[in-house]
């Protein structure tokens, strides 16, 4: 049994190119989500459809009021639907989106390229370690973009679709940051890992 379970979580060069197609689909399906379809909306003249976080108090009441060419649907949540949405709004709704497929096409190629360093047998070298190291910063880094994008996203919504803009709130979610915060720690402890394989495996070389 033991043997068994060890080959099955050993991985081969089937199960690197399983792991590399599965990486790349997932780049490709955020992209086509997240920009892709939304430029094709755009292309085609569709309305712009978006979530504004409201007051809690104040939600569902009927007491929003919207703007001309604004369409408001309380659903649980506040919808909007801008009918002739100018280019800026696409451009600004899209933001988020653009964020986020860059970041995930960044670390799915660090990751790979990280992979390929395994796969001949060089997993502590020098080039790896600083992979490592990017992958922590970008995930730093999509701390501060992804918010900032979202709030713009929500401060386009509220300004292009309420009369009253204060109806509005911006609400950030403390768990995306804790989750992020803790995979770059992690990531960047195993950089610091890397590393010091790195010196070790250096250090033999030498002796040899």
Do not use: C, Q
């Not at 003249?45 to 919207?66: H, Q, T, W, Y």
């Amino acid at each position: 049994m033991n043997a068994t379970l060890t080959k099955l979580l050993t991985f081969d060069r089937v199960d690197h190119w399983g792991v590399r197609i599965l990486v790349w689909l997932t780049v490709a399906g955020t992209a086509f989500v997240t920009v892709v379809r939304p430029l094709l909306h755009w292309a085609w003249g569709n309305p712009l459809v978006g979530e504004i976080n409201v007051d809690p108090a104040r939600a569902g009441a009927p007491s929003f009021e919207a703007r001309d060419g604004a369409t408001l649907t309380w659903s649980g949540e506040l919808w909007v639907e801008l009918a002739s949405p100018t280019a800026i709004d696409r451009l600004t709704a899209l933001a988020p989106g653009v964020v986020l497929t860059t970041v995930v096409a960044v670390l799915a190629h660090l990751v790979l390229a990280l992979m390929r360093g395994v796969e001949v047998g060089r997993p502590f070298s020098a080039t790896n370690v600083r992979r490592l190291r990017l992958i922590a910063a970008t995930l730093l880094g999509s701390m501060v973009l992804m918010p900032v994008t979202n709030a713009l996203r929500e401060a386009m919504y509220a300004s292009s679709a309420l009369v009253d803009v204060e109806d509005a709130m911006l609400i950030l979610s403390p768990l995306s940051f804790l989750t992020l915060g803790i995979a770059a720690l992690v990531v960047a402890a195993l950089a610091e890992a890397f590393s010091r394989g790195s010196r070790l495996e250096h250090d033999v070389d030498g002796l040899v």
